[in-house]
């Protein structure tokens, strides 16, 4: 069975521009949540989406957006962005919105120059 | 606010050189304490849940152990293949839809 899947693997943007990453969650997933990774730290929770509506948002600014599809795959967007926003935005899918094991992707890594 | 603390922040050991990494943390109602072990580059990977003070997880050279305030992992003649980055996790009751990670633990094991 395929894992969960994001695309693209790896961008390069320069500051103000917009970027959208896009996650499949692992079949009969309904789940996806979104973390930043920044070198050298864990994981921090962005968005937790569960049947389509957002459960929950972590501290980012506005410029940080989310949706989740019919077919339970997920959108990031970010917007105007800065440098500080260079990362690895990981994508985790799970069975349902509460307790339980998050299953990752191999991420995004976005350069901001 | 839940909070994780792992230590140390890097570990090297020789083959065969058994040893644990600590992960410390603070949460109002535990629902799950999770284990991730991370290559560079890549997506963390699951190895643990323990839901409750007492509760112990193997697989192959590691072993989770649960207390009230304080995790585990216990790595037994380790190999060069279990170099990486080991991830603890909370979910707490307050926030029961995101997990809080630690900065996790550097394992280098050398041959």
């Known amino acids: 069975d395929a894992g969960v899947t994001q695309s693209p693997t790896h961008l390069i943007k320069t500051r103000g521009q917009q970027v959208t990453l896009r996650c499949s969650p692992i079949s009969g997933h309904k789940s996806v949540s979104w973390y930043q990774q920044v070198l050298g730290q864990g994981p921090q929770f962005i968005f937790q989406?569960?049947?389509?509506?957002?459960?929950g948002r972590g501290n980012f600014p506005d410029r940080f957006s989310a949706r989740q599809f019919p077919n339970y795959s997920s959108e990031l967007n970010v917007n105007a962005l800065l440098l500080g926003d260079s990362a690895l935005y990981l994508c985790?899918?799970?069975?349902?919105?509460?307790?339980?094991?998050?299953?990752f992707g191999e991420g995004s890594r976005l350069t901001v120059l | 606010e839940d909070q994780v603390t792992q230590s140390p922040e890097a570990l090297r050991l020789q083959e065969g050189e058994s040893s644990s990494l600590n992960c410390s943390y603070t949460v109002s109602g535990l629902r799950g304490l999770f284990w991730y072990r991370q290559d560079p580059g890549k997506g963390p990977e699951f190895l643990f849940t323990?839901?409750?003070a007492g509760e112990e997880k193997e697989k192959e050279r590691l072993k989770a152990t649960l207390t009230k305030k304080e995790s585990f992992l216990h790595i037994t003649a380790p190999k060069p293949e279990d170099s990486a980055t080991y991830l603890c996790a909370v979910q707490g009751g307050g926030s029961n839809y995101k997990l809080t990670f630690g900065k996790g633990t550097l394992l280098t094991v050398n041959p």
């Open positions: 989406y569960y049947e389509k509506e957002e459960r």
């Open positions: 985790a899918s799970a069975w349902t919105g509460g307790t339980g094991e998050l299953f």
């Open positions: 323990l839901y409750s």
